[in-house]
């Protein structure tokens, strides 16, 4: 992955000493490639590669929030 990467948001994996982290990355992959939202879940605290991360496009934000919405009330 290339391209600028700005943080926005770190918090501790629920139930576990790992992150999930929040980024945005402007030209992921390559010149004029889509900047992305990037959520990054690593499963260690002082892991410095997450061991799944996602990808979105920002014009699939808002649905992919509505989407956890959801998800959050049938838990």
Request: hydrophobic letters at 40%.
């Amino acid at each position: 992955m290339s391209g600028t990467v700005s943080k926005i948001d770190e918090m501790t994996l629920s139930g576990t000493k790992g992150k999930i982290t929040i980024i945005t990355v402007a030209q992921p992959y390559g010149p004029k490639s889509e900047s992305v939202a990037s959520i990054g879940i690593s499963l260690k605290a002082d892991a410095n590669e997450p061991d799944w991360k996602i990808h979105i496009p920002k014009a699939n934000i808002a649905q992919v929030i509505e989407a956890l919405q959801k998800a959050e009330k049938e838990l």
